[in-house]
């Protein structure tokens, strides 16, 4: 099974909102309202920012938000600030129990 | 503390084989599906495998089936990663994390690194 497809880089300048795109399926994104986005920090360990389409973890900032329509997901970050700048992963669960992830957004704050 | 801590990497040949655990401490472990997610260097992450609670339940992606096999061990709060017939693709850091439910992986270890080259 592919990958699901993100924007390799994305940029904002601080203060603006982006948003990041998730493609998938009808056996994956389509079929389960199971996407979860993580941030990874250069030679950090990946951290949870949103599961199951648009909840947030505890004590993370609601300036992370999360939605889905069809067979796509998105990350939206509002108010941009410098430690933003991170790759960006989506996952979502699949019809054949089996997780995939997507290739990775790297996110530029300019 | 809820933690995870991954063991076991190292340089192995193609072909070789190579065992990782995955320990943690701080939640009621047998409750908790476990996965298993590596990342090539430079690279982009990639789910490998889960082990739910009791066992009952494993899965594995395409490019390992067959030659990874997950297991985990409640009495010791344990889960590993058998990986056979190694190959340079293999390489990566290797990383388990708690699935809190429904693709909620947190926390995340701090990874292992396995690399498979001659």
């Known amino acids: 099974q592919s990958a699901l497809t993100q924007p390799a880089s994305m940029s904002g300048s601080p203060g603006q909102s982006i948003t990041i795109s998730c493609t998938g399926t009808s056996s994956d994104i389509g079929a389960y309202n199971y996407v979860s986005w993580f941030q990874q920090h250069p030679g950090k360990v990946p951290k949870l920012v949103i599961y199951?389409?648009?909840k947030r973890p505890s004590g993370l900032s609601n300036r992370f938000s999360g939605s889905k329509s069809g067979t796509t997901a998105s990350l939206t970050i509002s108010g941009l600030q410098a430690e933003d700048e991170a790759d960006y992963y989506c996952?979502?669960?699949?019809?054949?129990?089996?997780?995939?992830f997507g290739g990775g957004t790297k996110l530029t704050v300019l | 503390e809820v933690q995870l801590v991954e063991s076991g990497g190292g340089l192995v040949q193609p072909g070789e084989s190579l065992r990782l655990s995955c320990a943690a401490s701080?939640?009621?472990?047998?409750?908790?599906?476990i996965n298993w997610v590596r990342q090539a260097p430079g690279k982009g992450l990639e789910w490998i495998s889960y082990v739910s609670g009791s066992s009952s339940a494993i899965s594995y992606a395409d490019s390992v089936k067959g030659r990874f096999t997950v297991s985990r061990d409640n009495a010791k709060n344990s889960v590993y990663l058998q990986m056979d017939s190694l190959r340079v693709e293999d390489t990566a850091v290797y990383y388990c994390?708690?699935?809190?439910?429904?693709?909620?992986?947190?926390?995340w270890g701090q990874g292992t690194l396995v690399t498979v080259s001659s």
């Open positions: 199951e389409v648009n």
């Open positions: 701080g939640f009621n472990f047998i409750t908790y599906t």
């Open positions: 994390m708690r699935d809190m439910g429904h693709l909620q992986f947190d926390p």
């Open positions: 996952s979502s669960y699949t019809t054949f129990h089996t997780v995939i």
